[in-house]
């Protein structure tokens, strides 16, 4: 097929394609939008708490809304991928994310900001679902391992939409900078969908049959009980990750300020470290797993985010636990766009929506369960649970080695 060897090309080339001649480039474009767009939201929650006048826990109720309407969405896009495939249903998703960040603005009470978010959420999650289902049709037809690629392109996007959101913070109220935000947002979904819908990217074929001597190069459609098993287990890996994720995003800067008396805008770069070696580890997370293999990648990883977050938590010094927050974006980088390709190659946009959910899960766990032992102890013994769950990761890669070579 030419799409195949257009797609093999632009990966031995780099994908140094044009935007519009080349899917691959479309769908990293679609990557970096999510991240955009949703981190260009998040800097927004503080003005938007003080607009709606809602309290601490009001507004955690209303941001609840969001986490539920991207958990609730999941497996029903994957049913959705399966039906129209999966690059309709991420060019629809993707131009109705941009749609509705919009509607936070709008809302004037907590009640009406959980609604709205709920909208929000809705269009996010089933966004992920289906850039990774797509994205798993770019791994299979190219035959490496470019998912971490994609996902640096999402943490890509969110460091910039974070930054232009704190320079617009102290010039734009909410409504502004979200019209920004979405007309960017529609404007890249036009741009980037022309060359998807063009050239398309292959849906995966059925398996040959056994015996016929030719190599499997698809998912599997249907889970049975052991395939179920697997992708819920890779979720489990995805789920340890994102924990780690949430913990560091509320509580890193919290940490570093109270425990260690920094100053707050040194606090502040504590989670700018930890997202900016995120993103190097998932820019060079290809050459790894061509080096190291896939249950090898994991495993390290694993480890390495355990002992980065044991010096982040314990460290006696700043310095110490930004370097230890830093190792351990180092250790993370990989192992959620890992866990998601695989359960894609497993059991296709189904298998990444279960993974997804699972993920999305620990996203959800992470904060307050990281609050609740801090009330407990004390916040740095609650933070090493990160590196409990990441070595948790890596055993549970390692567990897998027999049944997931490679």
């Known amino acids: 097929m030419p799409i195949l060897n257009k797609l093999a090309a632009s990966s031995r080339a780099g994908g140094s394609t044009p935007l519009r001649s080349n899917p691959r480039t479309a769908l990293t474009a679609f990557f970096a939008l999510d991240g955009f767009v949703f981190a260009g939201w998040v800097v927004r929650i503080p003005a938007i708490k003080e607009q709606t006048g809602a309290s601490a826990t009001s507004l955690g109720l209303a941001l609840l809304c969001l986490s539920a309407g991207a958990v609730v969405t ?47 959420g809705a269009a996010y999650g089933s966004l992920s679902v289906a850039l990774n289902s797509a994205a798993v049709n770019v791994v299979l037809a190219v035959r490496r391992p470019l998912m971490p690629a994609f996902h640096a392109a999402y943490s890509l996007g969110g460091m910039v939409g974070a930054g232009l959101g704190a320079l617009l913070a102290g010039s734009l109220s909410p409504t502004p900078h979200l019209i920004l935000l979405a007309t960017i947002g529609l404007s890249v979904t036009v741009v980037a969908a022309r060359p998807l819908l ?26 049975d009980r052991r395939t179920r098993r697997l992708v819920l287990v890779l979720g489990l890996i995805a789920l340890c990750t994102a924990y780690g994720e949430g913990a560091l995003a509320d509580w890193g800067a919290l940490h570093l300020e109270d425990d260690l008396g920094a100053h707050p805008g040194v606090a502040a770069a504590g989670y700018s470290c930890f997202a900016l070696t995120m993103t190097i580890g998932r820019f060079s997370g290809t050459a790894l797993l061509e080096r190291l293999g896939r249950t090898r990648t994991l495993v390290a990883g694993g480890l390495t985010a355990s002992v980065g977050m044991l010096a982040g938590a314990l460290a006696p010094t700043v310095w110490g636990t930004l370097l230890g927050f830093a190792v351990t974006g180092l250790g993370l980088a990989n192992l959620f766009p890992v866990a998601i390709e695989r359960a894609g190659a497993l059991a296709g946009p189904n298998g990444i929506a279960v993974a997804s959910t699972l993920g999305y899960g620990g996203l959800l766990l992470g904060p307050p369960a990281i609050g609740f032992m801090a009330d407990w102890f004390t916040l740095p013994s609650a933070l090493t649970s990160v590196a409990v769950l990441s070595a948790a990761a890596a055993l549970i890669a390692y567990g897998m080695r027999s049944s997931d070579r490679g």
């Open 198 to 223: 063009r050239h398309g990217i292959p849906d995966p074929t059925p398996d040959p049959a056994p015996g016929t001597g030719a190599a499997p190069r698809t998912v599997h459609r249907r889970m």
């Open 74 to 120: 999941m497996t029903l896009t994957g049913r959705l991928c399966r039906r129209f495939g999966s690059l309709r249903v991420t060019i629809a998703c993707a131009a109705l994310m941009s749609l509705s960040v919009l509607l936070p603005p709008l809302a004037r009470s907590a009640t009406t900001l959980g609604i709205v978010l709920l909208l929000f």
